[in-house]
């Protein structure tokens, strides 16, 4: 039995389509489980089996953990996110599970000034004194943030940054969802830490104009300043300081460290990456 948290996220839902296909018994976990079983059964997974469990309640962890001997966690970044990515870890080792599979950050170094990467680095340290044999999945950005360029594309024909013409990593979560299921029923790929990526970079420019010539309307990239950024996302776009202070910290780091593809998702599927040109084929109507 696998238990996944966090399988209403992109990647949960990715992941459990997944293991669904090929049988593997899965309990999806949820802190609503009513709202989550209204779900699966508009997505006619229906079989899948719930629990109700919530990541600050060790109790409920422990109580949808028995029985699992796997467990797959993908929480979304929270300032919390130390206290109960720790908590699942513990509850974990207290209920017999035996194997953990971990969505983290790739920005591990500790001189990285990104405090996401910083909270990712201590619960990588408590899942490595946990005692449990783990798996780490380090995924770079993901293709599907990009749907949150959309609304400023559809009414503007234009998206903002700070990055100017640096390439960046991105990669698709059913990718990730992918590799993630093999880690889970493929005992010999569990162990490592994977850093997951596409096969290319790809600047904004370049983002800006593969969308013009699919929507067929010019996109413009509009390149800011990073208090310019951070003002447009709190005070526009309303996101929470702690996270718009996390797309910007992310941005400047990207123009100072160089991103390169690795080839970890070929080695564990045996196949490329999805593109990000196939990508953008696939969900054009998001961006028009």
């Known amino acids: 039995m696998i238990a996944i948290i966090g399988a209403t996220g992109t990647i949960g839902q990715a992941l459990l389509e997944r293991l669904r296909d090929v049988d593997v018994p899965v309990r999806a976990l949820s802190r ?26 060790p109790d409920s962890l422990r109580r949808a953990f028995a029985g699992a001997d796997q467990v797959f966690f993908a929480l979304s970044n929270s300032p919390d996110q130390v206290k109960e990515e720790s908590a699942i870890i513990q509850s974990a080792a207290q209920s017999g599970v035996r194997h953990l599979v971990k969505i983290s950050s790739p920005l591990f170094e500790p001189s990285a000034p990104v405090a996401v990467a910083g909270w990712h680095r201590e619960i990588e340290k408590v899942l490595k004194n946990s005692g449990l044999d783990y798996t780490v999945l380090r995924p770079y950005a993901f293709m599907q943030n990009l749907f949150g360029l959309a609304p400023t594309i559809a009414a503007q024909n234009g998206f903002f940054g ?12 059913r990718d990730i969802a992918d590799a993630a299921a093999e880690v889970l029923t493929r005992p010999g790929r569990r162990g490592g830490i994977y850093t997951l ?13 593969r969308l013009s ?17 951070l003002h447009h996302l709190t005070e526009r776009a309303r996101m929470p300081l702690w996270l718009a202070n996390h797309v910007v910290e992310i941005q400047t780091l990207s123009m100072k460290v160089p991103e390169r593809p690795t080839d970890s998702i070929k080695q564990l599927l045996g196949r490329a990456p999805r593109t990000l040109d196939a990508f953008l084929q696939e969900y054009a109507d998001r961006f028009r």
Do not use: W
């Not at 609503?32 to 309640?57: C, F, M, N, T, Y």
């Not at 640096?166 to 979560?173: M, Y």
């Open 213 to 229: 010539e699919i929507l067929n309307r010019p996109i413009l990239y509009i390149h800011m300043e990073p208090a310019e950024l």
């Open 162 to 173: 700070i990055m100017g013409d640096t390439p960046c990593n991105f990669v698709d979560c």
């Open 197 to 209: 990526t596409g096969s290319e970079t790809y600047s904004y420019p370049e983002i800006a104009s």
């Open 32 to 57: 609503d489980p009513g709202k989550l079983r209204h779900r699966l059964e508009a997505q006619r997974r229906s079989a899948v089996e719930i629990a109700a469990a919530d990541a600050s309640d």
